[in-house]
């Protein structure tokens, strides 16, 4: 099955406990959930990563290299 790369970036790791009033009670364990069911409907396995820096966002891209088909970057903080 053709695995996509989910990355999640900085405070994503806190939905669910941080200002649940404005981003909801959702976890991102929740999300990630969400994310591994809708692509198994479509034939796609996932692999959902976390990184509050830059560098492990960047990395976890280097590493997804040859091996993920796509990546979906969940932007957090940095929109």
């Given amino acids: 099955m053709p695995e996509l790369l989910i990355l999640n970036g900085p405070n994503l790791n806190l939905l669910g406990t941080r200002q649940p009033e404005v981003y909801g009670h959702q976890t991102l364990a929740d999300v990630e959930s969400l994310c591994a069911q809708t692509a198994k409907a479509h034939g796609f396995s996932v692999v959902c990563k976390q990184s509050n820096s830059e560098g492990g966002l960047v990395?976890?891209?280097?590493a997804a290299r040859g091996t993920q088909v796509g990546v979906a970057f969940n932007a957090g903080a940095y929109t």
Wanted: hydrophobic share 50%; charged share 25%.
């Fill in 59 to 62: 990395d976890a891209l280097h």
